[in-house]
T-cell receptor, first 112, second 114 residues
Framework: GESVGLHLPTLSVQEGDNSIINCAYSNSASDYFIWYKQESGKGPQFIID?????DKRQGQRVTVLLNKTVKHLSLQIAATQPGDSAVYFCAENGGGYNKLIFGAGTRLAVHP | NAGVTQTPKFRILKIGQSMTLQCTQD?????MYWYRQDPGMGLKLIYY???????DKGEVPNGYNVSRSTTEDFPLRLELAAPSQTSVYFC?????????????FGPGTRLTVL
């Protein structure tokens, strides 16, 4: 899920498969990380978060993994559904005043 | 609650024109933010506010101004529109400045400068 400029990387999966979306973050001092989902024409929507003192957190059908050694986050979506089709962004928070730094995003396309 | 609302949804400006993007939240949130999102990119912070009367620059503030006269409203002003300001603009709000305070986003304003 790294930035490649104007063209978002796309992950294509079959409905029912598991999806893994990756993100590299930039600031080793960031203490909080969030995954957002953005559907076409809408604003980002919170999915799940994780503090820097954790390496895994699970939600409903989603799991976030954090590897601070290599500054890497991943979002796992179980049993991917057509409604999961969207652009997914990771964001890091470490600059005070809850200012977020967003990654470039990955487009998830779910095929029936 | 309507959450975070933004107007207009779409706007086309000519180079040199000015406009104000409106943002209102009804959640009594103290913190508000303006981001821009260029095609195929993540969001970048333009300005933010920690309360009425208090604003500060984000990562990309040049060409923009903000004000925060009330808790609810956080308008973004473009004085001399340039093609480089063609983007989608998102407003967000959250209760406080803790990293665990979730930011809620509006639906966005798509601006084209020709």
């Amino acid at each position: 899920g790294e930035s490649v400029g104007l063209h978002l990387p796309t992950l294509s999966v079959q409905e029912g498969d598991n999806s893994i979306i990756n993100c590299a973050y930039s600031n080793s001092a960031s203490d909080y990380f969030i995954w957002y989902k953005q559907e076409s024409g809408k604003g980002p929507q919170f999915i799940i978060d994780i503090r820097s003192n954790m390496d895994k957190r699970q939600g409903q059908r989603v799991t976030v993994l954090l590897n601070k050694t290599v500054k890497h986050l991943s979002l796992q979506i179980a049993a991917t559904q057509p409604g999961d089709s969207a652009v997914y962004f990771c964001a890091e928070n470490g600059g005070g005043y809850n200012k977020l730094i967003f990654g470039a995003g990955t487009r998830l396309a779910v095929h029936p | 609650n309507a959450g975070v609302t933004q107007t207009p949804k779409f706007r086309i400006l000519k180079i040199g024109q000015s406009m104000t993007l409106q943002c209102t939240q009804d959640m009594n949130h103290n913190y508000m933010y303006w981001y821009r999102q260029d095609p195929g990119m993540g969001l970048k912070l333009i300005y933010y506010s920690v309360g009425a009367g208090i604003t500060d620059k984000g990562e990309v503030p040049n060409g923009y101004n903000v004000s925060r006269s009330t808790t609810e409203d956080f308008p973004l002003r473009l004085e001399l529109a340039a093609p480089s300001q063609t983007s989608v603009y998102f407003c967000a709000s959250c209760w406080g400045g803790l990293s665990t305070d979730t930011q809620y986003f509006g639906p966005g304003t798509r601006l084209t400068v020709l």
